[in-house]
């Protein structure tokens, strides 16, 4: 079965993942769960991606190692196996990681039958929860006096919206910015396109020099 999980960032998503990945060690380990009541099959394995960075020495760019990761992942993982994956996909254009994350959770839960617990900005995954042995589940937060407010509680149901911009907004990024993505969001989500506008040439540039936005 595959859990999608959505949500915005510092919502709790990848700590929700991995805390149940670390409940699954203690469990099989004999050890104490930290629950009013859990239960928790054995696995054989446990399998995670998670997190980002490239691999230099290996000439070995940040998507690559992903998808080398995710790879190993799906080469070796078993029916009772437990996988959690962070945000596959993330590191190309919008449409491939789409494809490719879509992809992936196809893999899992029609060849592999594996547990997955599977963290998302994709938002259009959620329709999978017309198969069985998918569900959704999202981190919640609330809006207020356009604040936005974690709550770090997981409910069923997929989210409706990434807040990216409110928490880049959060993260202290200017004003003249967050503006400025907000409109484009709006175009981009109304499927229009917004041209942007031209930049004026700096007096000390020379005439044969083309800037950008020219």
Not at 99 to 126: D, G, M, P
Request: hydrophobic residues 45%; positive net charge.
């Amino acid at each position: 079965s595959v859990l999608l999980v959505t949500g915005p960032n510092m919502g709790g998503k990848s700590t929700f993942i991995r805390q149940a990945a670390l409940l699954a060690v203690l469990a099989q380990a004999g050890s104490f769960v930290p629950a009013k009541a859990a239960r928790i099959g054995i696995v054989d394995r446990l399998f995670a991606r998670i997190g980002a960075g490239d691999d230099l020495a290996s000439g070995a760019s940040t998507f690559l190692v992903e998808m080398s990761q995710t790879a190993r992942i799906l080469n070796r993982a078993t029916e009772k196996s437990l996988v959690i994956l962070d945000e596959v996909g993330r590191g190309t254009s919008t449409f491939d990681g789409l494809a490719l994350a879509q992809s992936v959770v196809e893999y899992l839960y029609k060849k592999l039958y594996c547990r997955t617990l599977f963290a998302t900005h994709y938002l259009q995954l959620a329709a999978l929860e017309k198969y069985s042995g998918v569900a959704n589940a999202q981190v919640l937060v609330e809006q207020h006096e356009g604040q936005l407010i974690f709550l770090h509680q997981v409910t069923s149901g997929a989210a409706d919206k990434s807040w990216g911009v409110h928490v880049a907004r959060l993260a202290g990024v200017p004003d003249a910015v967050i503006n400025r993505a907000r409109d484009l969001l709006l175009a981009y989500e109304a499927g229009g396109t917004q041209k942007s506008p031209k930049v004026k040439r700096s007096h000390g540039a020379s005439e044969g020099q083309s800037l950008l936005f020219d």
